[in-house]
C-alpha cells in the first residue's frame, strides 16, 4: 500500500524548472511557470490542481506532445535515467513516447480511432515500438486485453471502439499504454468520464499492473478522493506552478499551502454525520497571459501579506520531502502554521479576486 | 400534509423499433415535501436525468403519474401546458456550455423566461435580470455579454439564475456541479442552499457525487437501471447502507483521506451496468449483485418499507429480497 513513500526508490524521471508557453492570439500564456519533480519506480506521483493549472501540459511536454507552434518548452530539462528525454525523444535518439513512457487520457472514446478495431490499435504500438509482425502483435494484444481484465478478449479483439462501454474502453486504453512494457505510466484523468463503481474498478487494476510491473505511475487529476487512494507523492498546482509537494500523509494531514487547505475544506468528507460547512475558495485563477509578480495565489488566499503582492515564494522545506511556496513559512514570518485553518481571512487592499 | 410533488409509478420507455424498448425510468414512484431536498444518485445510465424530465413534463409520460399539489399533471404537455408551470418548475442543467445558447446576451438569456410568461415591461425585466446577476454573484453589467465569455463557474450561475429568476416553487438540478471545479462546486452548492433557504425551494438534486448529495439533501434516493431501489434520509442511506447495490455504490465512493483509503479493500462491484433494452422481469441488479437468490432472478422486488426494529427509520424504502 502507499503508506510510507520509499524515498530509496530509483528515480526515474527527473524534471527540473519546466517552463511552456503558448502563443495566441491574445498574446503568450505561461503554462508552466518553473516545474520540478521526480518520479521513483514503482510509486505514483499525483499532480493535482484545477483545470487551467496547467498539469497535462506539464506531462504532454516530457512526452513531446506539445504542438510547436504554438507551444515552446521554453526552459528547464527532463531526464528518464539520466538521458535528456524533451520532445519524446532520448539524446541517443531512441523514442521514449508509447514505449518507455505510457498514457492513457480522460476521454478513451476520443482517444481511439473509431475506424480500426481495438485490436488492430493496441497490435499497431507493439509493430511501431518493437518491429512485430501483425499476427504476433494481434496475439500480444488479445493478451493486453485479458491481462486488463477484458471478457472473451479475442472476441473484443475484433470489436470496433463504439462496441465497448467507456470503462472497457479505458481498460483498452491502458492495455495500448502498457503494451510496451513502459516503466512510467502517465494517466491523464482516467477516470473523470467514468461513474465512481468503475472508476474504482480501474483504480484497482492501475494498482495490480503498477505491482506486477513495478512501474511508476504520473496521475493528473483533480479529485482529492482520487488523490488520497492512488498516490504516494502529491504535487499541488496552481497557475503553472507547484504550490505545494510531499507524500500524501503531508498534504492531507500537515497541509503547509493556504490553497492545499482551501481545496480540502471545498470538499465534503465523510469522516462522520456532522455537517461542516463547505468553504468555497472565492475568485478564480490568475490570468497566464500575466502571471502575478508575487505569489500565484495572492488574490485568492485569506491569508495573504504585503510580501506575497510582489516577491515570488521560494519552496520552503516544512518537513523532510515536503515543500511549500508559500511565505508564511519564512523564519521572519510572524504568523504561526498551526493558524492556517481556523485564521479568519485579512483584509488586504487592492486585490482584484 | 401534502407533498408539493408526487410521482406515481412513473414510467418511461423509449421505442428502438423492431420491439426493442428502453426501459429509461420504470415504475418510479417518489414524492418530495415543501422545502425538501431530495438528492439522486446511481450510474449513468440509471435513468436520473430521464427521471427529471419526465417529472417536469420535458420528456412525455410512458405510465403513471405526476401530481403537483394535489393535481394531476398532463400525460404528454402542450405549449399551454408549458406556459402554466415553467412559472412553478425550472430546471437547472448540467453542462453550463450547452445549455446557454451562444448566440444570445446573457441578459436575453436570463430575462426570456419572464418576457415569455409574465406581462413584465422591457425596463422591468432587464432590473430584475440585474437584480439576479447579483444574487448569483455576477455583476448587472454582464447582461450585455455572451456566454464565451464567462468561465464555467460563471455559466452555472447564469443557469442557475434564468431557473431561478422565475421564482418557481420546485427546481429539478441536474448533476449541476459535476462540470466544474472542486472550489467552484462549493460555491454552486451553498449558493443554492442560500437560495433554497431565502426562497423557500424545493428540489430534486440529481449528482452521482455521492458525498456531495449526502452534504446537500434530505433525503437520497438511489436508481439502479430504471428503477428506484433504496429511498431515505441521507445519512442513514450513507452512512448505513442496506441495498447491496447502495452498499457497493457507497464503498466505491473515494474519500480525500489516505488513511481511509488504505483502509479500503478491493472493489467490491464487478461488471457495468447493463443495457436498459428489453429488460427481464427480476431484480435487475441480479446478475451484478453478490447477495443474489435464486428468487431475484424471477421475481422483481417492490420498493417497500424495511421494519425497523427500533423504529428509528420510519421512511427507509428498499427494493431487495433480503429485506
Known sequence: MNAVTDRFAPVLLDV?????????????????????????????????????????????????????????????????????????????????????????????????????????????????????????????????????????????????????????????????????????????????????????????????????????????????????????????????????????????????????????????????????????????????????????????????????????????????????????????????????????????????? | MTPLIEAEGLTKHFGLGRNQTVHAVDDVSLHIDQREIVGLVGESGSGKSTFGKTLLGLLDKTAGQVKYQGETLPQSYGPGDFQRHARTMQMIFQDPYSSLNPRMTVGEIVGEGLRLHTSLSGREVRDRVGDWLERVGLNAAHMARYPHEFSGGQRQRIGIARALIMSPEFVVCDEPISALDVSVQAQVVNLLGELKESMGLTMLFIAHDLSMVRYVSDRMAVMYLGSLIELGVSNNVFFHPKHPYTQMLVGSNPEPDPATERGRGRTAIRGEIPSPVNIQPGCRFANRCPKVMDVCRGTTPELKSVADPEGKEPDRLIACHLY
Open chain 1, 16 to 353: 527540473q524548472d519546466l517552463e511552456v508557453e503558448f502563443d495566441t492570439y491574445g498574446g503568450t500564456v505561461h503554462a508552466v511557470r518553473g516545474v520540478s519533480f521526480e518520479v521513483h519506480a514503482g510509486k505514483t506521483l499525483a499532480i493535482v490542481g484545477e483545470s487551467g493549472c496547467g498539469k497535462s501540459v506539464t506531462v504532454q511536454s516530457i512526452m513531446g506532445l506539445i504542438p510547436s507552434p504554438p507551444g515552446r518548452i521554453v526552459g528547464g530539462t527532463a531526464k528518464l535515467r539520466g538521458k535528456e528525454i524533451i520532445d519524446g525523444v532520448t539524446t541517443d535518439g531512441e523514442i521514449v513516447r508509447g514505449s518507455q513512457i505510457g498514457m492513457i487520457f480522460q476521454d478513451p472514446m476520443t482517444s481511439l480511432n473509431p475506424t480500426m478495431t481495438i485490436g488492430d490499435q493496441i497490435a499497431e504500438t507493439l509493430q511501431v515500438h518493437r518491429g512485430f509482425s501483425h499476427s504476433q502483435a494481434l496475439r500480444l494484444a488479445v493478451e493486453l486485453l485479458e491481462m486488463t481484465r477484458i471478457n472473451e478478449p479475442s472476441r473484443r479483439a475484433r470489436q470496433y471502439p463504439f462496441e465497448f462501454s467507456g470503462g472497457m474502453l479505458q481498460r483498452s486504453m491502458i492495455a495500448m499504454a502498457i503494451a510496451c512494457g513502459p516503466s512510467i505510466l502517465i494517466a491523464d484523468e482516467p477516470t473523470t468520464a467514468l461513474d465512481v463503481t468503475i472508476q474504482s474498478q480501474i483504480l484497482d487494476l492501475l494498482r495490480d499492473l503498477q505491482r506486477e510491473n513495478n512501474m511508476a505511475i504520473i496521475l493528473i487529476t483533480h479529485d482529492l478522493g482520487v488523490v488520497a487512494r492512488m498516490a504516494d507523492e502529491v504535487a499541488v498546482m496552481y497557475a503553472g506552478e507547484f504550490l505545494e509537494t510531499g507524500t500524501a500523509d503531508d498534504i492531507f494531514y500537515s497541509s503547509a499551502h493556504p490553497y492545499t487547505v482551501g481545496l480540502r475544506a471545498a470538499m465534503p468528507t465523510n469522516r462522520d454525520e456532522s455537517e461542516q460547512d463547505l468553504m468555497p475558495i472565492d475568485g478564480s485563477p490568475p490570468d497566464l497571459f500575466a502571471p502575478p509578480p508575487g505569489c500565484a495565489y495572492f488574490a485568492r488566499c485569506p491569508h495573504a501579506m504585503e510580501a506575497c503582492r510582489n516577491d515570488p515564494p521560494p519552496g520552503f522545506a516544512v518537513g523532510s520531502g515536503h515543500m511549500t511556496r508559500c511565505w508564511l513559512h519564512h523564519a521572519d514570518c510572524s504568523r504561526r502554521i498551526d493558524d492556517l485553518h481556523y485564521a479568519a481571512a485579512a483584509p488586504l487592499e487592492g486585490r482584484d479576486a
